[in-house]
């Protein structure tokens, strides 16, 4: 029997993997934008798509579980388990990329080969990254870190935010300019 709109919930339920696949087709788009606005500051694609993979194995897991009465029920289930698994993932990541700022706990985060020396000018490039980064808007700075940390082209960025690739461009090309701009300011003793 061929899985429809009609009955996907119910074989679902009942572990059929067609099932499956006919939510990961009807539904991936909603689910990854969801979990890529939630995970978008970490700039990790493979994050993202590790998490989406995690929701869909979350759902056929938990097919069970779900009470609701019909498409829309499912939606919102499935919307929140989206949303709630990305923020465990954000919540997760944020965690392990945390720097502790004293003692030897700092040390073990990096690779033991590095000196010290290495280790204190590691934390000044981040730090100054982020300071860059802060200069932008968010819609500048999530272009910015689509194109140059995850990637992405620039009709894929349009795409996701709903803007002209013109538009993207030009604001790549300002981004890149500012970006410059900030490295010489910072360079020279900040602004």
Excluded at 175 to 188: A, I, T
């Amino acid at each position: 029997m061929k899985t429809d709109q009609s009955n996907y919930i119910q074989r679902l339920k009942k572990g059929r993997e067609e099932a499956l696949e006919f939510v990961m087709d009807e539904y991936f788009p909603l689910v990854k934008g969801i979990v890529t606005h939630i995970l978008l500051p970490l700039a990790r694609r493979e994050l993202a798509e590790e998490c989406i993979s995690d929701v869909f194995l979350t759902v056929w897991h938990n097919a069970q579980k779900f009470k609701g009465e019909n498409e829309e029920d499912f939606r919102k289930w499935l919307c929140a388990i989206a949303k709630y698994r990305a923020i465990d993932f954000y919540r997760r990541e944020k965690k392990r990329l945390e720097i502790p700022s004293s003692g030897k706990e700092s040390m073990d985060i990096f690779p033991p080969e590095e000196s010290a020396e290495e280790h204190v000018l590691l934390k000044e490039s981040i730090r100054e990254l982020e300071k860059l980064l802060n200069l932008f808007s968010p819609v500048d700075r999530n272009i910015l870190i689509m194109k140059f940390f995850w990637g992405m082209s620039s009709e894929e960025i349009s795409k996701k935010l709903g803007l002209t690739k013109s538009a993207v461009d030009n604001r790549i090309y300002r981004g890149k300019k500012q970006l410059v701009k900030g490295v010489v300011s910072f360079g020279d003793g900040g602004k």
